[in-house]
T-cell receptor, first 111, second 113 residues
Framework: QKEVEQNSGPLSVPEGAIASLNCTYS??????FFWYRQYSGKSPELIMS????GDKEDGRFTAQLNKASQYVSLLIRDSQPSDSATYLC???????????FGTGTRLTIIP | DAGITQSPRHKVTETGTPVTLRCHQT?????MYWYRQDPGHGLRLIHY???????DKGEVSDGYSVSRSKTEDFLLTLESATSSQTSVYFC????????????FGPGTRLLVL
């Protein structure tokens, strides 16, 4: 059984600070890693994907992957109230056909 | 957006009634998926399709069936709805030729009384 674990939160972060979201996964054969953002009552939307060890930056978002530790994280710099949402970590084995999702971390940015 | 629509967007039905949810995409993506999302469980895969008439089960397939007669349409049927199937259902599509991952439809809220 492939599992993806996330702290459900809620995680509260002051506006302008760095929000750090973490995810661990059980399958060492996992190849692809994704972060989705989901606003309340809306569908998930992809914000970051990462496939190799190390950091990947996109604007205020940085994804970090450590396959040896089976750990992937998402950093949000200069957090804004609009970043308040649930963040879902998703992991795929080779081929990306099926994703396994974590239960999500609810993030609240405090003005 | 990947041009994914779901219908209906909201539905209330009674236990024992058959229900069909429709997912329609305009992107010609090969792969299509049905998920349900429940508090504390996250997104769980019900069924998926890797081509017309080619489908397979996900982790929570009991009580559900699917059909895909055209590339653009993927139907999810609850043969006899139960209260435990009250959930939000999301359809997603994936284009394997691109390295990016799945794109989600707007969701269907289903209440089984």
């Amino acid at each position: 059984q492939k599992e993806v674990e996330q702290n459900s939160g809620p995680l509260s972060v002051p506006e302008g600070a760095i929000a750090s979201l973490n995810c661990t996964y059980s399958d060492r054969g996992s190849q692809s890693f994704f972060w989705y953002r989901q606003y309340s009552g809306k569908s998930p939307e992809l914000i970051m994907s990462i496939y190799s060890n190390g950091d990947k930056e996109d604007g205020r978002f940085t994804a970090q992957l450590n396959k040896a530790s089976q750990y992937v994280s998402l950093l949000i710099r200069d957090s804004q109230p609009s970043d308040s949402a649930t963040y879902l970590c998703a992991v795929a084995f080779f081929g990306n056909e099926k994703l396994t999702f974590g239960t999500g971390t609810r993030l609240t940015i405090i003005p | 957006d990947a041009g994914i629509t779901q219908s209906p967007r909201h539905k209330v039905t009674e236990t024992g009634t058959p229900v069909t949810l429709r997912c329609h995409q305009t992107e010609n993506h090969r792969y299509m998926y049905w998920y349900r999302q429940d508090p504390g469980h996250g997104l769980r895969l019900i069924h998926y399709s890797y081509g017309v008439k080619d489908t397979d089960k996900g982790e929570v397939s009991d009580g559900y069936s699917v059909s895909r007669s055209k590339t653009e349409d993927f139907l999810l049927t609850l043969e006899s709805a139960t209260s435990s199937q009250t959930s939000v259902y999301f359809c997603a599509t994936h284009d394997r030729t691109a390295q990016e991952t799945q794109y989600f439809g707007p969701g269907t809220r289903l209440l089984v009384l």
